[in-house]
């Protein structure tokens, strides 16, 4: 007859000894994890982009960065996808990132005054949409030009993008409708924003000298007020 030990299958004292992580693998797995993160929400969820022109004045100011949400416009083909997902669609007034048409490697960002099969007409530097004047609050008065743009339909699947910033704007009044394959996302936050002019050097290109500077005027350049402010 065999002996007993006293110790019941599966006691917690019979099981070895595992040997446990390292605190320095825990920390790398852990930063591994936050950077495949970030990368996602970076390439599918939200961009950040910076604003180099008073065009859109005084809603956001050159020396904004703000964030793009991705999702916004997001094509869905069922309807669980829609009510899952934070898509919608493109409305009258939002503000949207998009590449230009007549520069697709560019990102612009305007104001959406008219959707597909309206029409669109400017009397007196008012935007009349479908015959009727357009409330804008969101334009400063002093921004708002005399001017006159004869009457426009929209094409289906394209849509009509205006700067708040009347008097310093190139839109669709100059350079025509915009597809909406063009329109990346709906721009919604102002993350920081700086009083400085950008860094100099080439548009869109990272090196350590820009890199500095930036971080040279988000220190000492912040317009703190602005951070974290929503975009209407």
């Given at each position: ?43 599918f969820v939200f961009q ?8 859109m004045e005084d809603t ?173």
């Amino acid at each position: 007859m065999g002996t007993r030990t006293g110790f019941a299958d599966g006691d917690p004292r019979l099981e070895p000894d595992l040997p446990g992580k390292s605190t320095t693998r825990e920390y790398a797995e852990t930063i591994l994890i936050c950077v495949l993160i970030f990368v996602f929400l970076r390439a599918f969820v939200f961009q950040q982009s910076e604003i180099p022109s008073g065009s859109m004045e005084d809603t956001v100011l050159p020396g904004d960065y703000i964030l793009v949400n991705r999702m916004s416009y997001a094509p869905t083909g069922f309807d669980w996808e829609r009510r899952l997902l934070p898509v919608g669609t493109v409305e009258r007034g939002d503000l949207v990132v998009f590449k230009h048409p007549l520069e697709p490697e560019r990102d612009y960002i305007k104001r959406v005054v008219g959707l597909p099969n309206d029409t669109v007409e400017v009397r007196g530097g008012f935007v009349y949409v479908n015959g009727e004047r357009l409330d804008e609050p969101y334009i400063n008065p002093l921004y708002r030009t005399r001017e006159y743009f004869s009457t426009k339909r929209v094409p289906p699947g394209e849509y009509f993008l205006m700067g708040d910033h009347r008097c310093d704007s190139a839109d669709s009044r100059s350079w025509g409708t915009v597809p909406e394959r063009l329109i990346k996302g709906r721009a919604f936050l102002i993350l920081f924003s700086t009083s400085a002019p950008p860094p100099d050097g080439e548009p869109g290109r990272v090196t350590i000298k820009s890199t500095l500077r930036k971080l040279w005027y988000i220190v000492f350049h912040s317009r703190w007020d602005r951070a974290l402010s929503s975009i209407d």
